[in-house]
């Protein structure tokens, strides 16, 4: 079945340091990929939508400039967390759409990031 | 807009005991149901899936159909175990690219 990967799995960072996350999908091409965001024992909290070659358009309350999404292939996009503070802590995890497989996502194993 | 509303837990049964999780779903149109699984320090697995109204979808013992009726997609599994014990989303999606809309997600506990 389709795979998506993101990297890294685990992250540790100092306050006001930047991480990229990375999700590829790796046997197919993801025209459209999501990220999403997970606060401990909640749902998934939908981010941004990273379309191939344009702008992410980010939900309300999420802040573009401080979550940089970029989509520069079919199969990765990219989450960089600018000037990270400890209330950016999460677990961050991507989707990405085999356009082949109508309406179903496949989610990325997530990326735990610790800001101390 | 399209909501998911799925039963609050944390449940807790023992092994071998039946599962029920209920998802009740506010869409337009005819969306696809998912149910998803997160096994703790993992990401989300797709557990099963139904695309139209009938449609059972089923997976290692977990069974959900698809009622547009009630407009609900309940989890049920007969007997369950210990290595079941994870958090579970019900989910929707339309037609299109758009995202996956979730329940807030419903924590399993299965002692032996």
């Known amino acids: 079945g389709a795979v998506v990967s993101q990297h890294p799995s685990w992250v540790i960072c100092k306050s006001g340091t930047s991480v990229k996350i990375e999700c590829r999908s790796l046997?197919?091409?993801?025209?459209?990929m999501f990220w999403y965001r997970q606060f401990p024992k909640q749902s998934l909290m939908l981010m941004a939508t990273s379309n191939e070659g344009s702008k992410a358009t980010y939900e309300q309350g999420v802040e573009k400039d401080k979550f940089l999404i970029n989509h520069a292939s079919l199969t990765l996009s990219t989450l960089t967390v600018t000037s990270a503070h400890p209330e950016d802590s999460s677990f961050y995890i991507c989707?990405?759409?085999?356009?082949?497989?109508?309406?179903?996502?496949?989610f990325g194993e997530g990326s735990r990031l610790t800001v101390l | 807009g399209n909501s998911v509303t799925q039963m609050e837990g944390p449940v807790t049964l023992s092994e071998e005991a039946f599962l029920t999780i209920n998802c009740t779903y506010t869409a337009t149109g005819y969306p696809s149901l998912f149910w998803y699984v997160q096994y703790p320090g993992e990401g989300l697995q797709l557990l099963l899936k139904a695309t139209k109204a009938d449609d059972k979808g089923s997976n290692k013992g977990f069974e959900a159909t698809y009622r547009k009726e009630t407009t609900s997609f309940h989890l049920e599994k007969g007997s369950v175990q210990v290595s079941d014990s994870a958090v579970y989303f019900c989910a929707l999606s339309d037609s299109g690219n758009t995202p996956l809309v979730f329940g807030k997600g419903t924590r399993l506990s299965v002692i032996a």
């Open positions: 989707s990405a759409r085999d356009r082949r497989e109508s309406g179903e996502l496949f």
């Open positions: 046997d197919f091409q993801a025209t459209t």
